[in-house]
């Protein structure tokens, strides 16, 4: 029977490889083909709160979670499958929140979950769906997409949301074929992001966008779409090897859309197509604007 230590200590990075161990038992890897370790635990450690629970010395669960603003994002919160229905989650979440004023999270439909946030103080709020498409199919919001420095999409992104994320998108610039980007009308800016290449199979992920107050959101987001797809206007060259055909040179863009976001009838009608999907829980309705962001599940 497995014993686990109770209550969950603080991360080092010498608990990097075990945390990484737990999250692919998980079916969630952390790490990047290709690349040493484990960048996205490291950013933790250096962004937030990271918190492990050990069984005799070994690593079984860990939770992280990043603050944004007045809340406190939960990044992460992994259980290995045979340390599980012993309360490990719940104490992970708790020392990994320990002391925040209000939280968000990003709930799977793993039926362990839900309850677990809801007992923590959060309502379950609104969808957040994983699309999948071709941009090249979708109509032109005729915006400017401009490619920036990590440091000035943070800059622009402080100026329309109010919101320091300047190590997130330091994190986000060092991805594989990652594109920082701000959108814009003339000399206004209207959101800001950073595009990638997705994990180990052909085409691009938009992780992250904020959108400005009074901008028109689908607009916005359609042309972060089009411009950091492969072929588009900041994207990173067509990829060879495919076969004749509409959209042949085009691989899919993956994005997480929030359900009440505007864009997201049109990304439908346009041919993305809904892979996955997520609840988004708060412990109060105003922490985030589904209208104004396309988050990354990890970050926000």
Avoid: K, N
């Avoid at 990075?13 to 161990?21: E, F, N």
């Avoid at 594989?176 to 814009?184: C, D, H, W």
């Avoid at 990304?267 to 990354?296: H, K, N, S, W, Y």
Wanted: charged fraction near 20%; hydrophobic fraction near 45%.
């Amino acid at each position: 029977m497995i014993r686990v230590r109770m209550p969950p200590r603080a991360a080092t990075v010498a608990d990097i490889p075990a945390i990484a161990r737990v999250a692919a038992a998980c079916d969630e890897p952390i790490e990047s083909p290709g690349t040493p370790g484990s960048p996205y635990a490291e950013h933790l450690l250096d962004r937030g709160t990271v918190v492990v629970a050990e069984s005799d010395g070994v690593v079984v669960g860990y939770a992280s979670a990043i603050t944004i603003g007045a809340g406190r994002h939960v990044s992460d919160l992994f259980v290995h499958p045979a340390a599980r229905d012993r309360g490990v989650g719940a104490a992970l979440l708790a020392a990994a929140l320990d002391g925040a004023p209000s939280a968000t999270a990003f709930c799977s439909e793993d039926p362990r979950a839900l309850p677990l946030y809801v007992r923590s103080g959060m309502r379950a709020l609104w969808p957040d769906l994983y699309l999948e498409g071709r941009p090249g199919r979708l109509p032109d919001p005729e915006l400017e997409v401009r490619l920036v420095r990590a440091d000035e999409a943070a800059a622009a992104e402080m100026d329309v949301s109010g919101h320091d994320r300047a190590l997130d998108h330091e994190y986000w610039g060092t991805r594989r074929g990652a594109t920082p980007f701000i959108v814009l009308d003339g000399v206004t800016v209207l959101g800001a992001g950073t595009a990638v290449h997705r994990r180990g199979r052909p085409g691009r992920w938009l992780p992250h966008l904020a959108i400005a107050p009074g901008a028109d959101a689908s607009a916005v987001a359609l042309a972060a779409l089009l411009a950091t797809a492969p072929g588009g206007a900041i994207g990173p060259p067509p990829e060879p090897r495919r076969p004749a055909g509409p959209d042949s040179a085009q691989p899919p863009t993956s994005v997480c859309v929030p359900g009440p976001h505007p864009v997201l009838p049109a990304l439908l009608r346009f041919g993305f197509r809904i892979v996955d999907r997520d609840l988004f829980m708060a412990t109060d309705t105003d922490l985030v604007d589904p209208e104004r962001i396309l988050p990354d599940p990890s970050l926000l």
